[in-house]
């Protein structure tokens, strides 16, 4: 019996879970992914790209595609998706689990400053010229341009297109990990004095929290949006577990079976 799951993706979590699944007999892994990046990494599994139409849109997609179970892997700050696919599980009547990667705690030593939207970050910067490091995505750079006495360096996968409307920008294009050492040594040399980040949690984008703080460069840390209350779990070798044991307990049958 094969089983057939849909990962929601964009994350690397996502993309080593897609691998780790994907490597069992008994599990056929769809990866799904925005089409953000221009250039995404190879996810080494079946992908489809593309939104799916709203809540509706996924529904039809997991009962068309007879998926047995969904799994939520996308980032934190994906707010809308992760809503869309809590909705659409239930509409299908398909069950769900989510990764939740935990958020990074303040530990003595950080200076953050806690704001909830990107709107608010851009408030807190204040009124005295500043240099700021934006490590944000592309979408949400735009919004410092209700700032422009600040001196931004900005960080992207992507290149921003448009450029910001703003007398002092430089841009860097860079895909993560990003290891402390080296973080410490940019914020050094640009001479940054404040960073914009979202509390993403994991490893990867760490560094320039860590090396903020052994600086002493204030942090201004965007809050993690609500995100739907379902099975979830932190790690992905428990969530890998968790998927295990559903298939062991799978007493509902394939979706084929369902009759759905
Ligand atoms: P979002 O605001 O929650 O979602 C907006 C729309 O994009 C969704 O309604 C859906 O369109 C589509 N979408 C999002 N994730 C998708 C996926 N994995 N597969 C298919 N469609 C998807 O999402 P976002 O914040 O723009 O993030 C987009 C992607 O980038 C996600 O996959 C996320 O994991 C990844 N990412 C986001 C961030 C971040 O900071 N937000 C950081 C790193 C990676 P339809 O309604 O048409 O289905």
Known sequence: MTHRILILGGTTEARQLAGKLA???DISVMLSLAGRTENPAAQGVPVRVGGFGGAGGLAAYLRQNKIDLLI??????????????????????????????????RVEGDRWILVDTVAGAVKALGSVPRRVFLALGRQEVAAFEAAPRHHYLIRSVDPVEPRLAVPDAAYLLARGPFHEVDERALLESRGIEVVVSKNSGGEATYGKIAAARALGVEVVMIRRPALPDVTSAGTIE???????????????????????
């Open 23 to 25: 490597a069992r007999a």
């Open 72 to 105: 939520d892997a996308t980032h934190p700050y994906a707010a809308q998706i992760s809503a869309n696919a809590a909705d659409a599980a239930h509409e299908a009547g398909v069950p769900i689990m989510a990764f939740r990667r935990p958020g990074w705690q």
């Open 238 to 260: 428990s969530l890998a577990a968790m998927v295990d044991h559903f298939l062991v307990g799978h007493v509902l049958g394939p979706a084929a079976e369902r009759g759905v």
